[in-house]
């Protein structure tokens, strides 16, 4: 399809920081048409988020190409998250020029809640028992006396050396 080389690498390159740019614009104009002041989003390889802060609630709208996999949606990146959220959030923008809800109505089970680590009511406590198999293969016991110390061992050895070879 493509005959000029040059023309083909300028094209590739541009392609995705365009689509980048272009789904950014369609968020922020509309967040903005939904009258939403302070908003923060982000987008990986794998998934997307848009927070945003409406009459003193904060909100997290999420999502992830994993999420998409269930539903049987084939995304290839958080991009294309990023992209399928911003449409929704187009399409909700028209249900509410209609006229048919308010935006109150629609963001009230997405509120965010506190990020407050969660510790469980009980801790379960781990015992493990060891079952002895009795005198292993090979196992040598050795008796210690319990008055047995280092200046006594050290007495007994010094005396006998050992021989050296040259």
Not at 7 to 18: A, I, S, Y
Not at 106 to 124: F, L
Not at 126 to 150: D, H, M, R, V, W
């Amino acid at each position: 399809m493509f005959k000029n080389r040059l023309f083909k690498n300028v094209l590739f390159r541009w392609m995705p920081h365009k689509e980048q740019s272009i789904c950014e614009k369609r968020l922020i104009k509309v967040v903005k048409r939904l009258k939403v002041e302070n908003f923060n989003f982000n987008w990986d390889r794998n998934s997307c988020f848009v927070e945003f802060t409406y009459q003193g609630e904060s909100y997290r709208l999420e999502h992830s190409v994993d999420k998409a996999k269930e539903k049987g949606i084939i995304l290839r990146n958080g991009l294309d998250c990023l992209n399928e959220l911003t449409q929704s959030l187009e399409d909700l923008g028209l249900i509410i020029d209609r006229g048919m809800y308010d935006f109150d109505t629609w963001i009230a089970g997405m509120r965010q809640s506190p990020s407050v680590e969660e510790t469980p009511e009980v801790q379960d406590e781990l015992q493990f028992k060891y079952k002895t198999l009795g005198k292993q293969a090979g196992e040598e016991t050795i008796a210690l006396k319990p008055e047995t110390s280092f200046k006594k061992f050290d007495e007994n050895h010094t005396s006998s050396k050992r021989t050296q070879i040259k």
